[in-house]
């Protein structure tokens, strides 16, 4: 970071980072609709249509042209009462295809999924950070600091300050971004993430989000906390627009609640719940006896006050444990968890227990979940009664299933003929007994 700190030079910081994960770099002006090397018809476009058709056709290549353009127009044409909706509509595309349908060669209407982004291969994906990329909608004219285009569609934007400026701050930033959102709605359809930033500190956040939501992101790789001399900034892009982490976050660390009074509100994982849950998922798998070559972590895997601890052997049924400080997101770590370890193919439709020991925290977790069902791809169950969760158990895969450790416990004893009932002693068969029922559980 240059010592005489600006504005443009935070910018162009910021720009030489993401340069150095692969990202090529444009200026808005190098690709405004009035220049040879265009990529707009006009500054209305906010999504970079021929990016995003090649994209498509590089993704899908067994689709017709019809299928491929069906798709383009529902990924450009945003609808939905608000922007959150449009934001929730299209992030299920981005993540589950866009399904389109098309007469086949034989005569019959066949039905695809379209890919939008590449997950498993990033380097198929198309990566372009635009600086100064000036947006006109509704007699509005806006230039964001830097937009971060995957496939020609927007998927985040960088709002900077300069931190030598005592008015200007990273909540300055914010304030920005609160603006754009208003005035050019269309930029922020397909937005994932947002940045602000002064430089020296930086904080990530939602689309909608109140400044408590947005937190700093403080790890690079995930194995510990990056010192205090590197630079905030520098720790939110390389840490999170990594490439594969960055795909990784769009697909299963974001979700969509309804706040309970019909608000719709969008969350985004923080550091520390991301990496615990990318490292939960391996363990699982080492646990289960079960690999699968293209989840390997492309980084040291760990935590942050106790770190990975050694040992487990393969095959050995035991995960380990998450430790989260109070107030920390554990409900929606293990939501994200269970999301992920669910379209896990090795797990091959697994069913998930939430086993807890209150009857009002399985209620909480419950409804937790239950706001979650898109990620979750399947609405939870709570059993209700003993009887209803043996019936629960004995599907043979898939669920997500809801339950209190006391139905766990043996049946209540038979009276004796003294009008005594026979209580089994203090050892085994005593107490719950979930690991006896669930004998192949992680």
């Known amino acids: 970071m240059p010592q005489q700190l600006t504005e443009s030079t935070v910018e162009q910081a910021g720009l030489d980072w993401l340069a150095g994960l692969g990202w090529r770099v444009a200026h808005g002006s190098d690709i405004a609709p009035d220049k040879s090397t265009r990529e707009r018809r006009d500054f209305s476009q906010v999504v970079l249509e021929q990016r995003l058709r090649d994209a498509l056709a590089r993704l899908n290549p067994a689709l017709p042209a019809e299928a491929l353009e069906d798709a383009f127009r529902k990924l450009t044409r945003h609808e939905g009462a608000d922007l959150l909706q449009r934001n929730r509509a299209l992030h299920r595309l981005l993540v589950d295809g866009v399904t389109v349908d098309y007469r086949s060669a034989e005569g019959d209407i066949r039905y695809a999924p379209v890919r939008v982004l590449d997950f498993d291969d990033p380097d198929n994906d198309d990566w372009l950070a635009v600086n100064q990329f000036a947006v006109v909608e509704n007699r509005h004219s806006r230039r964001p600091d830097i937009v971060l285009f995957v496939n020609g569609l927007p998927l985040a934007v960088i709002e900077l300050k300069n931190a030598a400026d005592a008015d200007a701050t990273i909540w300055t930033a914010w304030q920005q971004l609160q603006t754009y959102q208003a005035e050019i709605p269309s930029l922020f359809a397909p937005n994932a993430v947002l940045v602000v930033s002064d430089g020296l500190e930086a904080r990530v956040g939602p689309l909608g989000a109140g400044r408590e939501w947005f937190k700093p992101w403080r790890t690079i790789g995930g ?115 269970a999301g992920r370890i669910i379209r896990e193919p090795a797990m091959e439709n697994p069913t998930i227990v939430v086993l807890t020991d209150r009857n009002d925290l399985d209620d909480q977790l419950f409804g937790t979940f239950s706001r979650c069902r898109e990620l979750l791809r399947q609405p ?41 009932p026979l209580r089994p002693g203090r050892g085994a068969g005593a107490g719950p007994q979930p690991r006896r029922l669930l004998p192949t559980a992680s």
């Open 380 to 420: 939870p169950i709570q059993a209700a009664t003993r009887q209803h969760l043996r019936e629960l158990l004995r599907v043979e895969s898939g669920g997500v299933i809801f339950t209190t450790i006391q139905k766990f416990l043996p049946p209540e004893p038979s009276p004796r003929p003294d009008g005594h």
């Open 223 to 337: 194995e510990t906390v990056a010192p205090e001399t590197i630079p905030q900034l520098q720790v939110v892009l390389e840490g999170l627009f990594e490439k594969r982490r960055f795909l990784d976050l769009v697909r299963d660390f974001i979700v969509f609640e309804d706040d309970g009074s019909g608000r719709l509100v969008k969350k985004v994982a923080g550091y520390h719940q991301f990496h615990a849950v990318r490292v939960a998922v391996e363990e699982t798998l080492r646990a289960a006896a079960l690999q699968r070559e293209s989840l390997a972590l492309h980084e040291p895997s760990g935590g942050y006050a106790t770190r990975k601890q050694p040992g487990g052997q393969s095959g050995d049924r035991r995960i380990g444990v998450i430790w989260h400080t109070q107030g920390s997101g554990k409900s929606l770590t293990m939501a994200f968890y």
